[in-house]
């Protein structure tokens, strides 16, 4: 009855409740819920360092296990792999009651799939590059994030930059998972175990691209495998079928780093971007033709040489246009390269 009562209090936190820390002495005024998990609850809070998130929970193991992973991340230079750790410390809801929480860095930004809806699918490319950096360096730290889902994701910048937050699920690698989402979990598809590893978090980064498409997500058949399931929406989604290679081997568990995927990934939006480019060979090809049959016909009538003058004048023209297209989206291709080496590399 005692842990009801005090996880009630952390459940129904009201605007304007202020937490003092036992220890530390830091006063904290809650402004709204955040969210709410498995492990407790998140409230944006006024701090005399400005809004702040704060995690409050009636399991100080499971406070005590997250404090540990942002302490850890906040080792690795330059990572996005959770919010920067601001205060730890125990709130006296009474005489008798007392809950530990935690105190971070307020991410301000959009939901990964509010982003997409916004932006256009054509984002997830981009997301998606900085996601599997960002799983790299995790991975190789020892540990595997668990919970990966769209909630967890928030859009920061400009530059879009994309950060993951809430660290609950994170698992060392080697353990069972602690906490999963049904649609992410591989689990729940029958295409793998629930045990902490990098091809765990790449199967939830391809279901991410999936839930990106299929913003609404569904539920599986009984009557399907459910890899023939997700194969089948694959195939039913024009952004999803370009990348079939990569989602069919991430679902499958083929990967065993996430450098590994980011790779495919890079090379499939190459080939792409090839495939798209005009073929400025044939131009060249013609060009040295054209000029021996000008050649040849110089001996015509005048009427035969304005008409050539206007025709040549035309094709002038037009590869004018061509080549003008050439160039923007040569541009654009650079400018896209230069942008996935400094923001993703």
């Known amino acids: 009855m005692k842990m009801n009562t005090m996880m009630n209090q952390a459940c129904n936190l009201s605007s304007g409740t202020v937490i003092k820390g036992k220890w530390n002495g830091e006063t904290y005024t809650i402004i709204?819920?955040?969210?709410?998990g498995a492990t407790g609850?998140?409230?944006?809070a006024d701090s005399k360092k400005g809004a702040v998130a704060i995690k409050l929970s009636e399991n100080s193991m499971a406070i005590t296990s997250e404090v540990n992973v942002l302490k850890h991340f906040s080792k690795v230079q330059g990572s996005s792999l959770g919010p920067s750790l601001l205060d730890v410390d125990d709130w006296k809801v009474d005489q008798q009651n007392i809950l530990p929480f935690y105190v971070m860095e307020y991410v301000q930004g959009n939901n990964f799939l509010e982003f997409i809806r916004n932006r256009g699918i054509e984002w997830v490319d981009v997301l998606m590059l900085q996601l599997l950096t960002n799983l790299d360096q995790l991975h190789q730290q020892g540990w595997v994030f668990g919970d990966l889902k769209p909630d967890n994701l928030l859009?920061?910048?400009?530059?879009?930059?994309?950060?993951?937050?809430?660290?609950?699920?994170?698992?060392?690698?080697?353990?069972?998972?602690?906490?999963?989402?049904?649609?992410?979990?591989?689990?729940?598809?029958g295409l793998g175990t629930r045990k902490a590893e990098?091809?765990?978090?790449?199967?939830?980064?391809?279901?991410?691209?999936?839930?990106?498409?299929?913003?609404?997500?569904?539920?599986?058949?009984?009557?399907?495998?459910?890899?023939?399931?997700l194969f089948e929406v694959i195939q039913q989604h024009p952004f999803l079928l370009k990348h079939n290679f990569v989602l069919q081997k991430a679902l499958l568990g083929k990967y065993k780093s996430a450098s590994e995927m980011k790779a495919d990934y890079v090379h499939l939006l190459s080939s792409e971007t090839k495939k798209e480019r005009p073929r400025i060979k044939s131009y060249k090809t013609q060009k040295p033709s054209q000029h021996k049959t000008q050649s040849a016909k110089k001996s015509?009538?005048?009427?035969?040489?304005?008409r050539r003058q206007a025709k040549s004048a035309k094709k002038r023209k037009k590869t004018s246009g061509i080549l003008e297209t050439i160039v923007i989206l040569v541009g654009v291709f650079i400018i896209y390269s230069l942008y996935v080496f400094h923001y993703l590399m």
């Open 155 to 189: 859009i920061t910048g400009p530059p879009p930059k994309i950060r993951c937050i809430d660290v609950g699920g994170t698992t060392i690698q080697g353990r069972s998972i602690k906490e999963f989402t049904e649609f992410f979990d591989r689990g729940y598809w």
């Open 300 to 306: 015509q009538p005048q009427v035969n040489k304005t």
């Open 32 to 36: 709204r819920l955040l969210g709410q």
């Open 41 to 44: 609850n998140v409230y944006l």
């Open 198 to 229: 990098p091809s765990y978090d790449l199967f939830s980064a391809a279901m991410i691209m999936i839930n990106a498409a299929y913003p609404k997500r569904f539920t599986k058949k009984a009557e399907l495998e459910g890899s023939a399931q």
